[in-house]
């Protein structure tokens, strides 16, 4: 059973246009929530976290937004820009629970293309 | 800083061969990981650690084994290589205090024919 859903294989955008990249979970006991952007021939690399407290985080481009009542999250990224074709990663961890395991859970993956 | 450095980067191995993918990294962290990567799969979870002397397995685990003897390094071992094991396997690491993001190595490209 999927506890991390990214059900959009692939996203083509026009550079300057917003991505919107889309995550669904079912545990109710994910409480911290990541976005990891993947090169080919490259490891992941962490790109912006959102805890559950918060409903907004933001770092320049980069926008998360949660919505836990939904179990929805979204990676926002404005202006998209041809560098930022990758594909993204959402994952999730139930840091809350006993023994603070930080065992991240991942999605399938959504490959972004930004069009010149 | 090297961060997280997986050993080799590519290996094909014959159905039945063993080997042993190294992890090590220079943060301190507490948690490690294996997991591989497959066309649609997104990235599983082999096993992890939790500290030193510690392994525990996570949604795929079957036909691997893992140790970590000291801290800053994580073995992962495939006793007898099935064609099903080509993957591209990543380590990571992650936990220490005020940071708990994980951080990859490069990865292995693992060819089982």
């Known amino acids: 059973d999927q506890q991390v859903k990214q059900n959009s294989p692939s996203l083509s955008v026009q550079e300057g246009r917003i991505s919107i990249l889309n995550c669904d979970y079912t545990n109710s006991m994910f409480d911290y929530f990541l976005w990891y952007k993947k090169y080919p021939a490259e490891g992941p690399t962490f790109l912006i976290s959102?805890?559950?407290?918060?409903d907004k985080n933001e770092d320049g481009r980069f926008t998360v937004f949660l919505n836990k009542s939904a179990k929805h999250l979204s990676l926002h990224i404005v202006p998209s820009q041809p560098g930022d074709s990758a594909v993204y990663f959402c994952?999730?961890?139930?840091?809350?629970?006993?023994?603070?395991?930080?065992?991240?859970?991942f999605g399938k993956g959504t490959l972004l293309t930004v069009n010149p | 800083n090297a961060g997280v450095t997986q050993t080799p980067k590519f290996r094909v191995l014959k159905t039945g061969q063993s080997m042993t993918l190294l992890c090590a990294q220079d943060m301190n962290h507490e948690y490690m990981y294996w997991y591989r990567q497959d066309p649609g799969m997104g990235l599983r979870l082999i096993h992890y650690s939790v500290g030193e002397g510690t392994t525990a397995k996570g949604e795929v685990p079957d036909g691997y084994n893992v140790s970590r003897l000291k801290k800053q390094n994580f073995l992962l071992g495939l006793e007898s290589a099935a064609p099903s094991q080509t993957s591209v396997y990543f380590c990571?690491?992650?936990?220490?205090?005020?940071?708990?993001?994980?951080?990859f190595g490069q990865g292995t490209r693992l060819t089982v024919v």
């Open positions: 994952a999730a961890s139930a840091t809350g629970s006993g023994g603070s395991n930080y065992k991240l859970t």
């Open positions: 959102i805890s559950s407290i918060k």
């Open positions: 990571a690491s992650s936990y220490s205090f005020g940071s708990t993001e994980a951080f």
